[in-house]
Structure formats: structure tokens, C-alpha cells
């Protein structure tokens, strides 16, 4: 588990999300997700076209960043996850009332499963133990539930900082899904002790 000092973490609120947030929060991800996505993708193909693996002749643009900035707001899951009680999750990381974190995370119990949707911390919060302490609390919410064995999530292959993070916080790589990306998942110990 990654441990961190700084002080951030003693000035952030993490509270459930409201139905008042639900917009905040709809725009908060596609940003902050979106940015970040883009990010990696960026990286991945610099990174491509620097190991002589991809050769590109003339601009490289990113159209689909621009698509999702421009959508109209699709906020239904968001209202389930807020207006379902039980085994949801839906928190945001608020400082001085503006949200710099975000984590959703549902449940189909027939599967025995948490599936986490969306995380989200803003850019300038990235590396600062925002994520942690809002993963900390989904692992917190899910561990007692014994219907739920596992969280399980699906990232981008291009997002190495995304693997690492859950790495590092208890997942482990499931499968590759294909070309696309990975399934991780955080498998809680229900042995008797």
C-alpha cells in the first residue's frame, strides 16, 4: 500500500455524491478522465515513434478528445449509482468544496462482484495520495459486504500510470482483453481464518 505525507490529504473532504453534484461530476470526469486518457495515448505513441516502431508523416491529431469534450451530458449512470442505495459507490474528493476526486464503483451481486466505473483526480491532485485515499475507502466499503469477492476494473494498455496505481494497490492483472487494454481485479481474502 502506498503511504504518503504531505498534508492534501488532511485538507480533502471525501463525502458521498449527491444528486445536487451529479453535473460537477459528470463534467469533472470527461475532463479529467478524458485528459488523462489522451495523456497516455499521447505518450504511448511518442514513445512508439521514438523506438522507430511507428513511422507518422505529416500532424497526428486526437479526434475522439475532442468528440467526448463536446457531447451533451449522458449523467443516468450517475443517477443510478447515486439514487440506488446498497451496494454502490459513488464518492468524491472535495477541497475547499471544489472536486479534485472522483470514484464510481457498482455492483451486480450475482456475480459476486464490484465493477469500478470511473476514477478521476484532477491534474495538478495526480500523485498527491488522492487517489489512494478515495481507493482506500472503496476497499473499506466493499471488504465487509460477503456477498462481494472481488473489484474488478478494465484499463487502457496505453495507461501505464493507471496499472501501476492499482498494482500497487492490490490488483493484479486478471486478462488482456486484447490489443485495447487489461481486466484487474482486487480479490478480497473470504477464507476462514
Known amino acids: 500500500m502506498v503511504m504518503f505525507t504531505n498534508d492534501l490529504i488532511t485538507k480533502i473532504k471525501i463525502r458521498d455524491i449527491t444528486t445536487d453534484d451529479?453535473?460537477?461530476?459528470y463534467?469533472?470526469?470527461v475532463k479529467e478522465q478524458g485528459d488523462a486518457e489522451i495523456g497516455c495515448i499521447k505518450e504511448y505513441i511518442q514513445a512508439l515513434i521514438k523506438s522507430g516502431e511507428l513511422r507518422v508523416d505529416g500532424e497526428i491529431s486526437y479526434p475522439l478528445h475532442e468528440v467526448r469534450k463536446s457531447r451533451p451530458p449522458k449523467t443516468d449512470f450517475l443517477k443510478w449509482i447515486v439514487g440506488s442505495k446498497g451496494f454502490h459507490f459513488g464518492k468524491i474528493a472535495c477541497l475547499n468544496d471544489k472536486i479534485i476526486g472522483v470514484l464510481l464503483c457498482y455492483t451486480q451481486p450475482r456475480n459476486h462482484k464490484a465493477f469500478l466505473s470511473n476514477m478521476a483526480v484532477a491534474n495538478q491532485y495526480r500523485r498527491r495520495g488522492v487517489g489512494s485515499a478515495l481507493m482506500r475507502k472503496l476497499i473499506d466499503f466493499y471488504r465487509p459486504q460477503k456477498d462481494i469477492e472481488a473489484i474488478e476494473l478494465n484499463v487502457g494498455v496505453t495507461n501505464s500510470i493507471a496499472v501501476k496505481f492499482y498494482l500497487e494497490h492490490g490488483f493484479k492483472i486478471k486478462e488482456?482483453?486484447?490489443l485495447s487494454g487489461y481486466t484487474m481485479e482486487y480479490c478480497f481474502d473470504r477464507s476462514p481464518s
Open 27 to 29: 463534467q469533472f470526469i
Open 176 to 178: 488482456i482483453r486484447d
Open 22 to 25: 451529479i453535473d460537477n461530476v
